[in-house]
């Protein structure tokens, strides 16, 4: 299973949660990343059509994977494009969150997969039915790759695989 959009209707539009969608991905892959660019992580982008007017947005994400010095790397939560909860330009290490590693002895980039886990609450202007696309990103400080739900050495015997999600529960004001 590449990606899967899960959304639900069940919540009543009288309740303080009106609705919680989220993108779970199991694809293994790499991603490039260029120095001093903020991307978009792979397969990590939501569209959420509002229910509410002005309400709040929990974003949930979380990311598996391996990247060589990853100590370098910082995480952001994006709105239509634009970093939310944090100051900064998009080229400064400016961030939500870096990813926890796994082996901090010493340099391993082969089988120690990185897992990233963040949130935050955005405060919006939402109009009901107007489309708001979060996407998590991640940017460095040198061009190197991304490895996806797997680490470095995986798909061999006995290597990591996971896992990475984004979920956003829509809160009415």
Known sequence: MASEIRGSDNFDSGKAVLQAVSVLTTAQGTQALTANTEVVVTGLTIDVVPRGANSKFLIQARQFGECTASWNNIYNILQDGTRVNIGGSALSY????????????????????????????????????????????????????????????????????????????????
């Open 94 to 173: 400016a961030g939500l969150s870096m990813a926890t590693q796994t082996y901090g002895v010493a340099a391993d980039d082969s089988d120690t997969p990185e897992i990233l886990s963040l949130s935050t609450l955005v405060s919006t202007s939402s109009v009901v039915g107007t489309t708001i696309t979060f996407a998590l990103a991640i940017t460095t400080n040198v061009s190197k790759t991304l490895y996806l739900n797997r680490c470095v050495s995986a798909p061999a015997a006995g290597r990591e695989v996971g896992s990475s999600e984004i979920i956003v529960t829509e809160i009415g004001a």
